[in-house]
């Protein structure tokens, strides 16, 4: 009976390490260690991944007899992507990289609100990928994460 209480342990932990199945966009305690570029790499890649799966969806629904699982893939594949960039802009970026703003400091108060827009727009165009196959999304996906990153880079040094 002894020997079972170790061996349930291992069982809980392996358990644990198997059914979480990703990890956040980062820890959230001030460890320092940040990759924004990385992150905004991560992002592209996203959007290229969507943009392969709204094709991929159009082209299936087009068949006379579409393979209706290979079809569902491709959509949970979309939303999956298009939740990542939410995370990534969410966990990351608002959370972490992006420091409130006294109001009185009117330029880098600017700045924050152009960082706050961008981020919004990036999280929303994100949604809007979800919600359809139009093409037009992720277009202004692109364009506003090649905007962001301009606007954050001018004035952060990682």
């Known amino acids: 009976m002894k020997t079972m209480k170790p061996l349930t342990g291992i069982l809980l932990v392996v358990l644990a ?4 199945d990703r990890v956040n966009a980062h820890c959230e305690i001030p460890c320092g260690i940040y990759a924004d570029s990385v992150r905004i790499s991560l992002i592209r890649e996203d959007i290229k991944t969507i943009e392969k799966s709204m094709n991929q969806i159009v082209e299936l629904s087009k068949e006379s007899s579409p393979n209706y699982n290979q079809l569902v893939r491709w959509v949970m594949n979309k939303e999956e992507h298009a ?3 939410q995370e990534i802009v ?3 970026f608002l959370h972490q990289r992006i420091k409130i ?3 009185a400091q009117k330029e880098a108060y600017a700045k ?3 960082h706050l827009t961008l981020l919004h727009q990036i999280s929303v165009y994100a949604m809007k990928c979800k919600q359809s196959t139009d093409l ?3 277009e202004k996906l692109r364009a506003t994460v090649d905007e962001f990153e301009k606007a954050y880079f001018h004035t ?3």
């Open 17 to 20: 390490l198997f059914s979480y």
């Open 83 to 85: 939740k990542k960039i």
């Open 90 to 92: 969410s966990q990351y």
């Open 101 to 103: 703003v006294d109001p």
């Open 112 to 114: 924050y609100q152009k």
């Open 136 to 138: 037009q999304w992720v």
């Open 156 to 158: 952060h040094k990682h």
